[in-house]
């Protein structure tokens, strides 16, 4: 992300904030949807985000990467969203809900519905972990950050970020291993 | 006994395997003799090789899972909720941040074009541009080039400069 993109968002340039907006909304919303494993709540996660970056960005000081600042408030959000609702005692919706194809082209049908059962899957995968091992693995499974850019975004050590990569890897295999989850290698 | 020592050697070893190929190995950070370690004990222990390969097929349905289309009404809606509560922002340094991000977005390519156009430009209208008297000089410089090539005008040839009185020295 460049300096002056981010310092003229600051300002109050809504140019700027949708530029910045386009280029990282699309990991808020994917974060926020691994974490709350709920469409709803994704979009108000992504929603909450944005306003939040828009209100604070002028006291960004440069420190550290934008996309880390950025995407902490992405998690600490989705967190705290997904705790509200299981607090109320809201369920978990689909991660991916299907969607009308009738009249999208037979192959696009048949990515939709690969894509579909995948994110059924990986929806029930991440219903066994606590919201701190889901992002830790949302993170570095579908987002592809490495051990330092994750241990940057959570404000946690190297070391806790292995750990909690191996006991949500322990939990996923588990389940994979009880559910008699088969993947296509 | 030493075959209990044995078995219980490769099981502390099969545990510390096992933390390398939940981290490190699946996420291909190994390097040097570690990769070379774990290898060689995926070769002979099953259940090590059983956990690897299930690892790789719970990261390909994650990445199946990847790159979630956003709705295209969360932008509206943020840019609704913005816009009914605006923040204020000090207008000096807002003026500059835009102006300095809208440079930004130009390609070097146009501003160097720019820059020679506008460079050529002031070249031309100093080339071109008819002569004009200094303020505060009071002779014309084409008159006293005139005065210079023929040294006393005639009365016939051009105008009469007469600048020996105070009077017409202030009025000229």
């Not at chain 1, 109050?12 to 691994?34: H, N, P, R």
């Amino acid at each position: 992300m460049a300096k002056s993109t981010i310092e003229a968002a600051a300002s109050g340039d809504m140019t700027a904030f949708e530029e910045i907006y386009k280029q990282c909304s699309q990991t808020v919303y994917t974060i926020a949807l691994g974490i709350t494993r709920n469409r709803q709540d994704a979009e108000e996660t992504t929603q909450d985000v944005f306003v939040k970056v828009f209100r604070e960005i002028k006291n960004f000081r440069f420190d550290s990467s934008f996309g880390t600042w950025l995407y902490r408030i992405a998690v600490n959000t989705a967190i705290n969203v997904y705790r509200k609702r299981t607090r109320n005692g809201g369920t978990s919706l689909q991660y991916d809900e299907l969607k009308d194809t009738r009249t999208v082209a037979p192959v696009i049908q048949r990515q939709d519905a690969e894509r579909h059962d995948a994110s059924k899957r990986v929806t029930a995968l991440l219903d066994n972990l606590s919201p701190e091992h889901r992002s830790c693995i949302v993170l570095r499974e579908i987002e592809g950050f490495d051990y330092n850019e994750i241990a940057g975004v959570l404000g946690i050590p190297l070391n806790t970020v292995r750990s909690r990569l191996k006991r949500a890897r322990e939990a996923l295999v588990a389940y994979c291993r009880k559910e008699g989850i088969r993947y296509e290698m | 006994m030493s075959l209990i020592a044995g078995r219980r050697g490769f099981v502390m070893k099969c545990k510390r395997i096992n933390k390398l190929i939940l981290t490190d190995y699946i996420d291909g950070n190994l390097r040097g003799d570690d990769l070379k370690e774990v290898e060689l004990h995926l070769g002979s222990c099953p259940s090590c090789r059983a956990l690897a390969q299930d690892l790789r097929g719970a990261s390909k349905l994650f990445k199946g899972a990847a790159h979630q289309e956003v709705p295209s009404e969360i932008w509206y809606r943020i840019r609704n909720e913005l816009s009914a509560a605006p923040v204020r922002r000090n207008f000096r340094e807002a003026v500059l941040a835009h102006v300095r991000y809208h440079l930004s977005l130009l390609k070097p390519a146009v501003v160097m074009a720019c820059a020679a156009a506008l460079l050529l430009f002031v070249l031309a209208a100093i080339q071109f541009m008819p002569y004009r008297d200094q303020p505060g000089t009071t002779i014309a410089q084409d008159d006293i080039l005139a005065i210079s090539y023929t040294g006393i005008a005639d009365e016939e040839d051009g105008p009469e400069y007469d600048f020996g009185t105070s009077v017409e020295t202030f009025f000229l």
